[in-house]
Nanobody, 124 residues
Framework: QVQLVESGGGLVQAGGSLTLSCAAS????????MGWFRQAPGQERELVAA????????TCADTVRGRFTISRDNAKNTVDLQMSSLKPEDTAVYYC?????????????????WGQGTQVTVSS
């Protein structure tokens, strides 16, 4: 069982930056692939970025490439999403997710554990 708690969301102006953090419970965090997803009102949940259990591999959506960076610290049981050059279209609830896997998992349905989400609002 893994419990995930996101933090760091908020209101920011376009062009600004935010860093989201996800804290995971449990002693086996390093065996879980992690992902950040987002969901805007009326839209499906979509991948933002994902990272492998060791942190050596990651991927991100084309819409955030070059602006967002995913990283993890297995000693602290955390995975972060650094967001810069934010745009109004980045406004959404951002979710952290985990699944026991050695790969980089990009599909929401493959994730087993989810956080409660944190709101990110980018004003124009």
């Amino acid at each position: 069982q893994v419990q995930l708690v996101e933090s760091g969301g908020g209101l920011v102006q376009a062009g600004g930056s935010l860093t989201l953090s996800c804290a995971a419970s449990g002693r086996t965090f390093s065996t879980y692939a992690m992902g950040w997803f987002r969901q805007a009102p009326g839209q499906e949940r979509e991948l933002v970025a994902a990272i492998s259990w060791g942190g050596s591999r990651n991927t991100c959506a084309d819409t955030v490439r070059g602006r967002f960076t995913i990283s993890r610290d297995n000693a602290k049981n955390t995975v972060d999403l650094q967001m810069s050059s934010l745009k109004p279209e980045d406004t959404a609830v951002y979710y952290c997710a985990a699944v026991r896997s050695i790969g980089v998992i990009t599909t929401p349905s493959e994730y087993r554990y989810w956080g409660q989400g944190t709101q990110v609002t980018v004003s124009s």
